[in-house]
């Protein structure tokens, strides 16, 4: 008798055990998959995590569907970090498998396949059984596992998909994502009107009268006879100093001609890699340090202020893994994981990168998975973000985590609720790898376990060349209110700034917080402001759209004629969003280019990349942006940094809104003069002594850690004391508040004050449900282990309740 344990994408508590012959006990390893049958009539892919005699004595083993993998497709370190992810966040292994394996590896009865549109194949590679789905795919637009089985006649079919997926004739689908842009570069070159010596003659005569256009043209010619190569606008505006708008007149009077090149950034381009760069005094320092370090401290965290040459450092430790001919994983906040970087790897690592992050497509995910697998030297480095910690890595050698303060790094919804960092640190340790937290706001906890000596600690107090901090000015707007000195939400400081910024033909970044202001439709007469149908907030306007929008369920509405409730005409939109922000730039600076970016902006793969090109290439003046500027973008010619409103920041409540905010203004100034020329920042505040603006302003990290750090010990809060917050979501109301009141009951019984809540949170209902949290804290001395025992218990308990067994339950270990 024969059994393997199967881990099935599902919630389970338990893993399930399925009966196979002798001859598929022979075949089968630790790690491949399996189509099981479960329940009723439903069928899934599992993955076989243990294989032995031991009869389950609660019920009948059935017997495997069928066998899909010749080699395991998950590797043995992985299946121990599962383990552990699902018992630290307290999940089931079914959610970590679901969130970690690409979803072209998990076909189950719901699974939806598609065909292929991005390549067609030959034909006549597919087998019998293949064509006939494949075939069908050409009638029907996407098929279900068991139309296939019906076109199939059989029952085992998983296999037939399997192998139309690695022929990549099929695909399964998921969202569907915006095709693939190539991205445009602007060139100019003389028009051709010109090119004979008489007619160029004639025309530097004409042009002696307006220098500034002559000056652009002679710079033209330096250029191609410097580099003989076609010259883009930006170098040309850079080198001759002159407006985009000085040269699109000279495009405009057609003395010189405009013209695009393809380039592709996404994939390298096969040119000679370069050598990395020589390390200035800081770097090297930095740079042994942390290799010193490294011996004693196998974490190790790296603060060094903005634009202190981090990657560069960063680049030496990956050169000395690939050295040893270990892997080595890159992990950035998804927003974070720009071409920019992309780029700058490739041209000294070539195709041994590998990117990995949630836009990719399913075959981009596949082909990744299987080189980082057969450690092909494709994948020696991987540049991801957060569910690249899930790859079948087996030999890492270091993760580096960049901007390892981001709050991105944590996955909230759904479970497994992991954080990323945490995650990866465990991950080194199961490879005897090293990890480099990086960043120029340490999280509090990092900086925290640097003090108390669990982590090394590494600093660079200089930014690269020598280039100064940005100068902060705090600018009072309460005080310029009062005096009349704004214009909508611009102080005349900001105001004066900018304009002189643009004079010099520099950049402006204009940052608003995305959280806390939206803007809200409210009746003037009567106060009415629309609400959403499915949850407990105010609508917000989308101006370019026209329409209401719901931010937590996405549920939409035409923007009203007038009040729903009073029907007088009289709305007005309240609170200012980044649309708003744009709109009085505009208004303000009519003759420049503005532009924004927000969640709304930047949907779809390159939405982001796009903006971030144009500013790259100024074609953009002025951006105005929400969280996503913060994100180590390098931008040579942005020399201004607004911040609209700090206060809205400082007053989230949230426990560590006061640590988010220092580390958002300093990361969003750090985008401010990045070269030679000093970086101005203007912050609008109406408080202008606050501490944290004070040590912003003094880029003060550790005043502020000292600070927080107070708080923390005092209000109990991480990384002082540990937590873990119960949400509890029902869509009857009493139902919850019942539920949620004995389950703090029987928690209190065990903790005793340690115990919070229940509380709503300040949106009480989202898409129809009511949610009521709960929040443990653990103070340090007490075992994590017997902590979360305890939870499993109460909640077990708690469904053992009849009337409670339709509360849905969420467990968030480090809910922050
Ligand atoms: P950080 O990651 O700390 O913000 P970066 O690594 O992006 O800083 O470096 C800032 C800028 O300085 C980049 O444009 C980078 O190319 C340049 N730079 C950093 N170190 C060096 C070096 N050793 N030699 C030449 N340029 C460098
Ligand atoms: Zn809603
Ligand atoms: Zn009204």
């Given at each position: 008798m024969h059994f393997i344990d199967v881990i099935i994408p599902i919630p389970l508590q338990k893993l399930f055990t399925y009966s196979i012959t002798h001859a598929e006990a022979?075949?089968?390893?630790?790690?491949?998959?399996?189509?099981?049958?479960?329940?009723?009539?439903?069928?899934?892919?599992?993955?076989?995590?243990?294989?032995?005699?031991?009869?389950?004595?609660?019920?009948?083993?059935?017997?495997?569907?069928?066998?899909?993998?010749?080699t395991p497709i998950v590797n043995d370190i992985q299946l121990k970090l599962w383990q552990w992810i699902a018992s630290y966040y307290m999940c089931t292994l079914g959610d970590v498998m679901r969130a970690s394996l690409p979803s072209a590896f998990i076909l189950e009865s719901e699974t939806v396949i598609t065909k292929n549109t991005i390549k067609t194949i030959d034909e006549s590679i597919l087998k019998d059984d293949e064509f006939l789905v494949y075939e069908a795919l050409h009638h029907q637009s996407s098929l279900k596992i068991h139309d296939i089985s019906n076109i199939l006649d059989k029952k085992n079919v998983l296999s037939v998909i399997k192998r139309l997926i690695e022929k990549e004739a099929i695909s399964v689908e998921e969202e569907v994502y915006e095709k693939y842009k190539p991205k445009l570069v602007r060139y100019v070159k003389l028009h051709a009107n010109f090119s004979t010596e008489n007619a160029l003659k004639k025309l530097l005569d004409e042009l002696s009268r307006a220098p500034k256009q002559s000056d652009v043209v002679m710079t033209?010619?330096?250029?191609?006879?410097?580099?003989?190569?076609?010259?883009?606008?930006?170098?040309?505006?850079?080198?001759?100093?002159?407006?985009?708008?000085?040269?699109?007149?000279?495009?405009?009077?057609?003395?010189?001609?405009?013209?695009?090149?393809?380039?592709?950034?996404?994939?390298?381009?096969?040119?000679?890699?370069?050598?990395?760069?020589?390390?200035?005094?800081?770097?090297?320092?930095?740079?042994t340090e942390i290799q010193e370090s490294f011996k004693t401290h196998p974490v190790t965290l790296?603060?060094?202020?903005?634009?202190?040459?981090?990657?560069?450092?960063?680049?030496?430790?990956?050169?000395?893994?690939?050295?040893?001919?270990?892997?080595?994983?890159?992990?950035?906040?998804?927003?974070?994981?720009?071409?920019?970087?992309?780029?700058?790897?490739?041209n000294y690592f070539g195709e041994q990168v590998a990117v990995f992050h949630s836009k990719y497509s399913t075959h981009e995910r596949v082909e990744v998975w299987n080189n980082v697998l057969h450690n092909s030297a494709k994948a020696k480095i991987v540049l991801g973000a957060r569910s690249s910690i899930f790859l079948p890595f087996n030999n890492l050698g270091l993760i580096i985590v960049d901007e390892e303060h981001e709050q991105s790094f944590k996955q909230f919804d759904p479970a497994p609720r992991y954080h990323a960092r945490d995650t990866a640190v465990v991950l080194a340790h199961m490879h005897g790898a090293k990890t480099l937290l990086g960043s120029a706001t340490p999280s509090l906890e990092s900086y925290f376990n640097a003090k108390q000596n669990k982590y090394g600690f590494v600093e660079i107090t200089k930014r690269y060349n020598d280039v100064l901090m940005p100068d902060i000015e705090l600018v009072d707007i309460k005080d310029?209110?009062?005096?009349?000195?704004?214009?909508?939400?611009?102080?005349?400081r900001l105001i004066e700034e900018m304009t002189e910024t643009l004079k010099e033909g520099h950049q402006i970044i204009l940052f608003q917080n995305r959280r806390g202001f939206s803007p809200i439709v409210e009746c003037k007469t009567c106060g009415h402001s629309p609400q959403c149908t499915n949850c407990d907030v105010s609508l917000t306007y989308h101006q370019y759209r026209n329409q209401l929008r719901c931010h937590y369920c996405g549920y939409n509405a035409a923007m009203m004629q007038d009040c729903e409730a009073c029907g007088s005409q009289d709305l007005d939109n309240k609170g200012f969003g980044t649309e708003q922000i744009e709109e009085e730039v505009k208004l303000l600076f009519p003759e420049h280019k503005v532009a924004r970016m927000d969640l709304d902006t930047t949907r779809g793969k390159y939405g982001y990349e796009k903006i971030i090109t144009a500013l790259e290439q100024q074609e953009i003046d002025i951006l105005v942006g929400t969280q996503m500027l913060t994100k180590g973008l390098d931008?040579?010619?942005?020399?201004?940094?607004?911040?609209?409103?700090?206060?809205?920041?400082?007053?989230?409540?949230?426990?560590?809104?006061?640590?988010?905010?220092?580390?958002?203004?300093?990361?969003?100034?750090?985008?401010?003069?990045?070269?030679?020329?000093?970086?101005?920042?203007?912050?609008?505040?109406?408080?202008?002594?606050?501490?944290?603006?004070?040590?912003?302003?003094?880029?003060?990290?550790?005043?502020?850690?000292?600070?927080?750090?107070?708080?923390?010990y005092n209000f109990k809060y991480p990384p002082v004391y540990k937590q873990i917050k119960i949400t509890l979501k029902h869509k009857d109301y009493n139902r919850v508040e019942t539920a949620s009141i004995w389950f703090a009951k029987s928690l209190r019984q065990v903790f005793q004050d340690n115990v919070l809540g229940p509380e709503s949170p300040p949106i009480a209902r989202i898409r129809n449900q009511f949610h009521k949290n709960i929040l443990v804290k653990i103070p340090k001395q007490q075992s994590l282990a017997k902590t979360k025992e305890a939870i499993i218990k109460i909640n077990n308990s708690f469904f053992s309740i009849k009337d409670f067994r339709s509360v849905r339950v969420n467990l968030n270990v480090d809910n922050f």
């Open positions: 022979d075949f089968l390893m630790v790690g491949m998959r399996v189509a099981v049958p479960f329940g009723k009539s439903k069928i899934y892919t599992g993955i076989v995590y243990g294989i032995h005699n031991n009869e389950p004595t609660a019920y009948e083993a059935k017997d495997i569907q069928q066998i899909l993998d010749e033209l010619f330096s250029i191609s006879a410097k580099t003989k190569k076609p010259v883009k606008v930006s170098d040309l505006a850079n080198e001759s100093g002159a407006s985009s708008a000085i040269i699109k007149s000279l495009v405009d009077k057609g003395i010189l001609e405009e013209y695009h090149i393809q380039m592709d950034r996404v994939e390298y381009s096969g040119e000679e890699t370069e050598a990395s760069k020589r390390l200035n005094e800081y770097q090297k320092v930095a740079l790296l603060h060094g202020v903005t634009s202190s040459g981090k990657t560069e450092v960063y680049v030496k430790l990956i050169e000395d893994a690939i050295k040893e001919g270990k892997q080595v994983l890159y992990l950035l906040p998804e927003i974070a994981l720009t071409t920019q970087l992309v780029t700058r790897l490739q310029a209110l009062k005096k009349k000195r704004m214009k909508g939400h611009f102080s005349d931008f040579r010619n942005v020399k201004l940094v607004g911040i609209m409103n700090a206060d809205n920041m400082l007053n989230f409540p949230d426990f560590r809104a006061h640590e988010r905010s220092f580390q958002l203004m300093l990361q969003v100034s750090g985008r401010a003069g990045r070269t030679e020329e000093r970086g101005k920042v203007l912050i609008q505040t109406y408080n202008p002594h606050h501490n944290i603006l004070q040590q912003v302003s003094t880029n003060n990290y550790v005043d502020m850690f000292n600070e927080q750090m107070n708080d923390r």
